[in-house]
């Protein structure tokens, strides 16, 4: 059975969301593919942060400096399973090699994503009536020693250059801003605009709704492959349908770049399988997000319970979970935040699709005019959706795009080692 359709987003996560509510609002009806669901996957249960003013490339993060000891640790922030080291190299090698480059520029276009970000998710929130979900009570990262906040200090300079607000705090400050934490913690950093959801799968859902008034459509089913078709293009579904669409949208997350490379660009994406645990909302009195960032995780407030997640395993996509590396984390919430309740919880793991150079790719397919493509966000999919769905629709639209898309486009790679 084949049929034809005018456009097609391929994944219906918070990127492919938000790229169905720009595109629908602008009167182009999309059709969207998902072997799941609306936000059933990796969006559902993120961190919550809408996180604007992480404008740093993950390997200027201090991701270099703590490689060895994070990954002499198999639990720890960072783990590679040694049977996938050979097939990670080459990516490990590119992001030595963005960590060694001009990270300027990758700064400067992830400062400007962001600006952009901020801006379009107030405007959609505002224009779906989701405005309600956003928390923004600010985030407070943590430090065990001065010499750990020394060493963050040139990150935090960079952020101020681009004008972003934050406040260094003393002992006194942290217990100000969250009460409760264990006295291992000597300085902190406050960023005020720094905000959350109240629950990612809610907010993803009804951003959807938004979508579907205004025309986009849903259709559960497993895209098996995508291929040219002329001027179109053909995806096959798995049950043999084939769909002829005028335009399509790739926005399948960590299995975007296996689409993409039928339309000539190849796309380093490597898979983060993140973990967490989500507690009782009554687990602990969680004034605001809280980082951990030596440790590689996060701490948040939902309205739907207290979500402790985050660290990298990278891993692929075919290898079992490790839940191992969850538990490992809420041990460690028990210690930093003593009185916490971790019984309860519930468990969960997913792929957050990354590039080395930690910039997402958004843009036209290098072989195909009516392809599009909206991946690789890694740890940013959510804060970036919005600012996405703009470029893409303007992309699609014709329209001149809002900021410059060329730090992000797909043959950025090519002749690369």
């Known amino acids: 059975m084949s ?18 509510a720009y595109l629908a609002e602008r009167g182009l009806a999309p059709l969207v593919i998902d072997r799941s669901g609306v936000v059933e996957e990796t969006s559902s249960g993120n961190a919550a942060a809408l996180a604007f ?29 040694p049977a996938y080291l050979p097939r990670l190299t080459p990516w490990l090698w590119r992001f030595w090699r963005a960590g060694h480059g ?34 923004e009570d600010g985030s407070l990262e943590l430090y065990e020693s001065e010499a750990e906040f020394s060493a963050s200090l040139p990150g935090w300079s960079v952020r101020e250059r681009c004008g972003i607000a934050f406040e260094h705090v003393n002992r006194p400050g942290i217990d100000r801003l969250q009460p409760g934490l264990g006295a291992m913690f000597v300085r902190g950093t406050f960023v005020p605009g720094w905000k959350t959801v109240s629950d990612p799968e809610h907010l993803g859902k009804a951003i959807w709704a938004h979508a579907e008034r205004h ?18 293009s053909r995806l096959t579904l798995a049950d043999g349908t084939e769909i002829v669409a005028s335009r399509v949208v790739i926005a399948a997350g960590a299995w975007s770049h296996r689409f993409a490379r039928r339309f000539g660009d190849r796309i380093p994406l490597e898979t983060e399988r993140g973990y967490n645990t989500t507690l009782p909302a009554d ?15 996060v701490v948040t407030p939902l309205q739907t319970g207290i979500r402790v997640g985050g660290a990298v395993e990278l891993g692929g996509l075919e290898r079992p979970p490790d839940y191992r590396r969850a538990r490992a984390m809420l041990e460690k919430a028990r210690r930093f935040m ?31 005019q009516g392809v599009f493509h909206a991946f690789g966000h890694g740890h940013l999919g959510l804060t970036q959706a919005a600012a996405t769905g703009r470029l893409i629709a303007d992309l699609v639209s014709g329209n001149s795009p809002a900021i410059d898309p060329r730090p992000f486009r797909p043959d950025r790679f090519r002749g690369r080692i």
């Open 338 to 368: 003593p009185g916490i309740r971790t019984q309860g919880g519930r468990e969960w793991m997913g792929y957050r699709p990354s590039l080395p150079d930690s910039l997402p790719v958004i843009g036209r397919a290098s072989g195909s």
């Open 283 to 297: 687990a602990f009195d969680l004034k605001r997000q809280l980082i951990f960032s030596s440790h590689g995780f």
């Open 53 to 81: 003013s992480d404008i740093l490339p993950l390997a200027q993060k201090g991701m270099l400096r703590n490689l060895p000891r994070w990954l002499a640790d198999p639990l720890g922030p960072l783990a590679v399973p």
């Open 102 to 135: 001009d990270q300027q520029t990758a700064v400067n276009a992830q400062a400007a994503l962001m600006r952009l970000a901020e801006a379009e998710w107030l405007a959609l929130m505002e224009r779906s009536g989701t405005r309600r979900m956003l928390r």
């Open 215 to 232: 025309g986009a459509r849903f259709e559960a089913a497993t895209v098996e492959a995508v291929e040219p078709a002329g001027e179109a």
């Open 3 to 20: 049929r034809a359709e005018p456009l097609v987003i391929i994944g219906a996560g918070i990127i492919g969301v938000c790229v169905a």
